[in-house]
């Protein structure tokens, strides 16, 4: 007897037993397929029982490795024992962003209209290196590129390319800026800037960066004029809206307006707070943001996006021209003089998901006022967090927050016990959280993500937090 479609044993070699996610006949296989990926889905997240698995590294890895047993057998369990045992592994030892008391970093809990997207990508998994192997997705990722790049720029072709995420588009403005002023550019950035700008300049053979002082947490005007006026030769100055510890905003205008006076290139690593252009409530916070010649975004922080969802965006299209690319079994002279679209200078890498296809329906379901809503309702939450934190005696606010992330700690708590405190809510598996230091002390980091957070879920952190400081 022959196994419907998608119920494969793993036992057999007919097509049956190893059905495919795309063709004529793949949705049929994949129906029954997400019914029990969605019923392990359930059921690993109710063991879990909260944001993180309690017991920690090693109880998960004993956990993980008691579950799967041989991974490779030599006869297989069949699709459906599979999933129902990887998923529910898979749930059951998850961090989940979803949860209210997940909120240590800039992992955003995915829209389920982006996550429904992916799973047509990866059904038809294009591969966005060729136009033959991707004809709808590269021209939809095109318009994405060009709708996104215009919200930050009023130029007549502003244009973006997809990336992993923040880390592989700083390392792109870095290359595109060392192709136009040669290998001896001089690269500044605040010590608030994210790790991967240093280490951008290290991967392409740049001189060791600059590193500004920014004792107050962002990059002042008055340091970036000194550091200028000492420095000769071409620089490029990255600024950053949106710091991974506490994200604070650089003051963008006055240090367009400098480099603008030091003929110097600016970058922005807007990757955390970019997406605050669209709200007009906060969109001021970025004022100067559209001097850069390029920006970094991140649409899975602030965009609610399944991994991977990063841009480069540039005012002009001819800005990318150093990514051009020739190799002739994918975009061959001919075939891109015959008209056939040439995808390999729109990435260093080759093969690509269509990462841009999840943006486009989150972008068409929400819509302007969508968004907006999303990114003014989880700014609010942050907001009353801080505002609880600071009318409590048990704690210390740090400072207002400027996006969505709150910095804290206990009153009358030293370094150590804060960090033994964090660590403990990790391995109980209560609480997630992140830790930052700040004016040379450590705190605890609340990065709220999830616009479904309630009150009730802030008073709750902070009950249990209280809780486990005054034992």
């Known amino acids: ?21 795309g063709g004529a006949h793949g949705a049929d296989a994949l129906r029954p397929l997400l019914d029990t990926v969605l019923d392990a889905l359930a059921t690993g997240t109710r063991a879990r029982g909260g944001p993180l698995p309690a017991g920690g590294p090693h109880t998960v890895t004993a956990r993980v490795e008691t579950a799967l047993g041989d991974l490779l057998p030599d006869h297989g369990h069949g699709d459906h024992e599979a999933l129902r045992t990887l998923v529910h592994t898979l749930a059951e030892g998850a961090a989940d962003p979803a949860d209210p008391l997940c909120a ?66 700083n390392q792109l403005a870095l290359l595109l800026a060392r192709e136009r002023h040669g290998p001896h550019l001089t690269v500044l950035h605040g010590a608030n800037a994210h790790h991967s700008i240093p280490r951008a300049a290290w991967l392409l053979g740049l001189p060791p ?114 990514l051009a690319h020739q190799a002739d079994y994918l975009n061959a002279e001919d075939d891109t003089r015959a008209g056939l679209p040439d995808l390999l200078g729109r990435s260093l890498r080759t093969t690509r998901r269509a990462d841009a296809f999840k943006i486009a329906a989150t972008l068409r379901s929400l819509g302007r006022n969508g968004l907006t809503h999303l990114i003014d309702r989880t700014c609010a939450l942050a907001e009353r967090l801080a ?43 209560t609480a997630v959280l992140g830790r930052a230091t700040a004016d040379g002390r450590l705190w605890l980091k609340a990065t709220l993500l999830n616009p479904h957070t309630t009150a009730g879920d802030l008073d709750t952190l902070v009950n249990l937090l209280e809780g486990r400081t005054h034992r």
């Open 387 to 429: 505002r609880i934190l600071e009318a409590h005696p048990a704690f210390e606010l740090h400072a207002p927050p400027t996006i969505s992330t709150v910095l804290f700690r206990p009153t009358h708590t030293d370094d150590a016990t804060l960090a033994t405190l964090r660590r403990t809510l990790l391995l109980d598996g």
């Open 209 to 322: 960066t600059r590193t500004l002082p920014t004792p107050h947490g962002t990059l002042t005007p008055a340091t970036l004029a000194a550091a200028l006026a000492d420095t000769t030769g071409p620089v490029l100055v990255t600024a950053t809206a949106g710091t991974t510890d506490a994200g604070l905003i650089d003051p963008l205008d006055a240090l367009a307006d400098l480099c603008d006076h030091h003929h110097a290139d600016l970058h922005i690593d807007a990757a955390y707070g970019g997406l605050l252009a669209l709200s007009p409530r906060h969109r001021h916070k970025l004022a100067g943001l559209n001097r850069a010649r390029s920006i970094t975004l991140d649409l899975h922080k602030l965009g609610w996006q399944p991994v991977a969802a990063g841009l480069l965006t540039v005012p002009d299209t001819a800005l990318l021209a150093p």
């Open 104 to 169: 240590a970093h800039l992992h955003c809990p995915p829209l389920a209209v982006a996550a429904a997207a992916d799973l047509a990508a990866s059904a038809l998994n294009p591969s966005l290196d060729s136009w033959d192997q991707a004809p709808a997705a590269s021209a939809i990722e095109a318009l994405l590129t060009r709708t996104l790049a215009a919200e930050f720029y009023a130029t007549p072709h502003p244009d973006a390319v997809l990336t992993t995420g923040g880390t592989e588009a």
């Open 1 to 21: 007897m022959t196994a419907p479609p998608g119920r494969g044993t793993g036992t057999g070699t007919g097509r049956d037993q190893a059905p495919l996610a």
